[in-house]
C-alpha cells in the first residue's frame, strides 16, 4: 500500500507564499501521475495541478502561474510551490497518485487570511 504524506501547509496572509510538500513511501513519483487537489469548506475536492511521469503538467486555471508543481525522484517527493495566495485557495489540500487516484494523503490545511 503506497503511502503519502503532506506537509507545508499553514496560515499565510493574502499575497503570501506557501510550499507543500508530499513524500511518497515507494518509489512512485517517476512511474505514475501524481496530483495536488483540493478540498474547500462546503466544495467538491477539485484538481488544482498534475505531473505525468513524462513530466507533462496541467494546472486549474484559478492556479495557473501561481502554483508550479515539481518532483524530486530521488527524495520520492512531490511538491506545489503556491505564491500569490488570496483567500479563495484557502482550503485542504490532498496529495494523490495516479490517474485516476489510487491512493491519497490525509491532506494539510492551507488558510489564507488576512
Known amino acids: 500500500q503506497v503511502q503519502l504524506v503532506e506537509s507545508g501547509g499553514g496560515s499565510v496572509q493574502p499575497g503570501g507564499s506557501l510550499r507543500l510538500s508530499c513524500a511518497a513511501s515507494?518509489?512512485?513519483?517517476?512511474?505514475?501521475?501524481m496530483n495536488w487537489y483540493r478540498q474547500a469548506p462546503g466544495k467538491q475536492r477539485d484538481l488544482v495541478a498534475g505531473m505525468t511521469p513524462g513530466g507533462s503538467t496541467n494546472y486549474a486555471d484559478s492556479v495557473k502561474g501561481r502554483f508550479p508543481i515539481s518532483r524530486d525522484n530521488a527524495k520520492n517527493t512531490v511538491s506545489l510551490q503556491m505564491n500569490s495566495l488570496n483567500p479563495e485557495d484557502t482550503a485542504v489540500y490532498y496529495c494523490s497518485a495516479g490517474r485516476p487516484p489510487f491512493s491519497w494523503g490525509k491532506g494539510t490545511l492551507v488558510t489564507v487570511s488576512s
Open positions: 515507494g518509489n512512485i513519483v517517476s512511474l505514475f501521475a
